[in-house]
Each structure stands twice: as structure tokens, then as C-alpha cells.
């Protein structure tokens, strides 16, 4: 039976990227996700390894464009207004089709908000998060382990489809504390990466890495090949738990704290011969639209249940083609929704309510 250590969700993250083979974190503080940068502060001198507050989220972001086109893993990591100030770096690394991985634990918003967890980050970082036609992977963890595994999984699909890859965390999900089993985590061998610019020896010719394409044909050209890779991610990577899903009426969706929480509803709401599961989409992008279509088959009703104002309750709709009602359950500004307000939408949807 493999180890298990108790950590905090941000230090799972900080040390599955060390054994993911990342020695380069550049970064700033900003509460909830400091405990990221506290932990790199510490390990990344005895690996040998690269640990540099920047001056600001901006001068962060582009230290990690830099080492990227070098080739090599690196991560940076925010909170919400953070993030924000990373935006146009973000827009960069994908219009030079650079890997990396970001980190946003988010906090309430807009603006400095609160400190409390959110995920009113879901639309800035699903349609992009800059300026441009682009996507990041974004990937949401539901327990300290997946935290763990999803921090491996974001630095292996970046580099396999050169782009950004993020963790969009609550600030519950990296402040709490669980056991995890680090030694079951798996690294696949990094791939070669022939376009980085380590220094041609003389023996092949330049490699330039570049966003910017004057000529509105090339610039066309490099976007219609950027979505054609963006189609297959789609198809291949789109990931999803079902819970109770086989014989439900009713579908909860809900991703992070909110999918915990709505677990312990939806246990309850069967004890009331209510027959009701949960799909927490784990690729918040590519969105998991195929498993909502096949459920929107089978239920008579939706709910999405959300720490925002209702930001996936749109993509549910869509990925449901409008064939069910979907209605929101959802706290705002750092609240969370309780087990007993999920329950109380789940008997709503089960009258007919929406």
C-alpha cells in the first residue's frame, strides 16, 4: 500500500510539479494560493532548481515564456486578480505555442473581492483569459489527490499539445488538508522538443520563437491550425465522473468544493427515493459535452451548482442541446452552497420546479 502525507492542495501541487520534473516556478504572492510559492521558496534551491518572486504577476508570466521557449518545464501560479495581470502573457504562450503550466486558486470578484473561495474565474479561464482566439487545457481538482495527479497530468498534455495548461482550484480546495499517495503518481518521459531555442551548434538552423505575424494570411493560417489541434484535444481529452448517473431523472453538475458538497445532497436526496446523480466535469476545457448530451437522453431536469453567479450553467446548456431545463443552485462572493441548499433544489427539480 503506497505512503500517504498529509498536505495542504497547494503544497500537493507544488510537489507533484517537482516529481513532474518542473525547476523553474516564477511567481508573487496573493492569498488563497501563497503556500504554492512558499513551498517552491523552500524546495527548488536543494534541487537545484530555479525560485523567483518576481517584481509583479506581469513580470512572472513572461519569465515563464522565457524558459518555455528554452524547452523546459515551468510553472507560474495566482489568484484570481493575479491571474488577471497574467492575461496578456497568457495570450503570448498560446500565440507562440508554448507549454507551461498556470495555477489559479481562485478568490471571490471581481475586482480585489475577498480572500474566500470562488469559481467566478470559470469564464476567463475557459474562453481563454486573453486576448485572441485561443484555449488553455483547464483542469479542476475535487481533492487534494487530484490536485496531485491533475498537476502531472497539466504539464504532460501542455507539452504534448503545446499550449498552457491550468489548475483552476478553489481557495477551499488549496487550503484544505487530505492525505495523498505522491508515490502513485506517474510521469510519462518528457517529449523532445525540437523547436525549442537551446542553441543550434552550429548544426540546424535558427529556432525563433514569435507571436507576431504582419502578413494577415500566415497569422490566418497559424489560427485555422491552432483550432484544428484545439478539435482533436476535444475528441480525446475531455474528462468526467458520473455518480448514480445509470438510473437518474436528474443531473447535478458541479466541479471542485461544489461537487463534494453536492455528493452528500445527492445521498440524501436518494434516501428520499429521489433518483438524481452528479457529473462533475473534470476538463472544465475541453468541456465534456458528450457524457451531458447522453444524460440529456435519460433526465428530465438539471441543476448546476456553482460558487459564482453562473458561469458553467452555459456550457451545460449548450453541451444538453436546450433538450432539459437546467436551473442554478449557487453562493457568490466566497460563500459556499450547503448540502442542505443542494437538497432543497434537488426536491425543487423532483416537483417540477426549475
Not at 186 to 211: D, E, F, L, Q, Y
Request: glycine residues 10%.
Amino acid at each position: 500500500m503506497s505512503e500517504k502525507v498529509l498536505m495542504k492542495g497547494n503544497e500537493a501541487i507544488a510537489e507533484a510539479a517537482i516529481i513532474a520534473g518542473c525547476r523553474h516556478y516564477f511567481g508573487y504572492p496573493i492569498t488563497p494560493q501563497t503556500e504554492i510559492a512558499a513551498y517552491m521558496a523552500k524546495k527548488m534551491p536543494k534541487i537545484g532548481g530555479t525560485f523567483l518572486q518576481a517584481e509583479s504577476e506581469i513580470a512572472a508570466i513572461n519569465m515563464v515564456y522565457g524558459v518555455s521557449s528554452a524547452g523546459l518545464r515551468v510553472m507560474t501560479s495566482s489568484s484570481s486578480p493575479g491571474v488577471s495581470l497574467k492575461g496578456e502573457g497568457l495570450s503570448y504562450l498560446a500565440g507562440a505555442d508554448l507549454p507551461a503550466l498556470i495555477v489559479n486558486v481562485q478568490r471571490g470578484g471581481p475586482g480585489l473581492g475577498g480572500i474566500q473561495p470562488s469559481q467566478s474565474d470559470y469564464f476567463q479561464a475557459t474562453r481563454g483569459g486573453g486576448h485572441g482566439d485561443y484555449h488553455m487545457i483547464v483542469l479542476a481538482p475535487a481533492s487534494v489527490q487530484e490536485m496531485a495527479e491533475l498537476t502531472v497530468k497539466g504539464f504532460e498534455l501542455a507539452d504534448t499539445y503545446r499550449m498552457t495548461s491550468m489548475i483552476l482550484a478553489d481557495g477551499t480546495m488549496g487550503q484544505m488538508m487530505e492525505p495523498v499517495a505522491l508515490d502513485d503518481l506517474r510521469v510519462n518521459p518528457m517529449p523532445a522538443k525540437p523547436w525549442a531555442t537551446t542553441g543550434t551548434g552550429m548544426k540546424r538552423p535558427h529556432n525563433i520563437v514569435n507571436s507576431l505575424f504582419l502578413q494577415p494570411e500566415e497569422l490566418e493560417k497559424f489560427n485555422f491550425e491552432r483550432y484544428e489541434r484545439y478539435a482533436r484535444i476535444e475528441e480525446t481529452e475531455a474528462l468526467a465522473e458520473e455518480y448514480l448517473m445509470d438510473d437518474a431523472e436528474i443531473a447535478v453538475a458541479a466541479f471542485g468544493i461544489a461537487a463534494r458538497v453536492s455528493k452528500n445532497a445527492i445521498d440524501e436526496a436518494r434516501k428520499m427515493g429521489i433518483k438524481v446523480g452528479l457529473i462533475r466535469p473534470i476538463t472544465l476545457w475541453p468541456f465534456p459535452k458528450a457524457v451531458f448530451r447522453k444524460a440529456a437522453d435519460h433526465v428530465k431536469s438539471m441543476i448546476s451548482v456553482e460558487l459564482s453567479m453562473g458561469q458553467m450553467i452555459e456550457d451545460v446548456r449548450l453541451a444538453a442541446e436546450c433538450r432539459v431545463p437546467v436551473s442554478l443552485c449557487n453562493r457568490a462572493g466566497g460563500m459556499i452552497p450547503s448540502p442542505d441548499q443542494v437538497l432543497a433544489a434537488i426536491v425543487s427539480a423532483a416537483k417540477g420546479g426549475h
